[in-house]
């Protein structure tokens, strides 16, 4: 059984810091692509970073230079660190993992109030 689970979400000031973290379980991590990915009250899911097996790293736009996708394989662990938290980051955050055999997987999310 596959599992994903986040940690780290909360409330917290503009201009302020968060780590969200994703645990692992029933796959095969260090094989798999991960990212995280967010929705806002109204608004569709977008893609925020992405992290390779390899370790190659990609971010949306508006996250660039503020936010840090990172991967720990010998704890079935990935990480979103955010800096610079301005209100329109307000989201719930998701993990998302595939294998790399055509299946993906998504954790419960966790959500992310940054107050102004």
């Known amino acids: 059984q596959v599992q994903l689970v986040e940690s780290g979400g909360g409330l917290v000031q503009a201009g302020g810091s968060r780590k969200l973290s994703c645990v692992a379980s029933?796959?095969?991590?260090?094989?798999?692509?991960m990212g995280w990915y967010r929705q806002a009250p109204g608004k569709q899911r977008e893609l925020v970073a992405t992290?390779?097996?390899?370790?190659?790293?990609n971010y949306l736009d508006s996250v660039k230079g503020r936010f840090t996708i990172s991967r720990d394989n010998s704890k079935n662990t990935m990480y979103l660190q955010m800096n610079s938290l301005k209100p329109e980051d307000t989201a719930v955050y998701y993990c998302?993992?595939?294998?790399?055999?055509?299946?993906?997987?998504w954790g419960q999310g966790t959500q992310v109030t940054v107050s102004s």
């Open positions: 998302a993992a595939e294998p790399g055999d055509g299946s993906a997987y």
């Open positions: 029933g796959i095969i991590f260090s094989v798999s692509a």
């Open positions: 992290i390779t097996k390899g370790g190659s790293r």
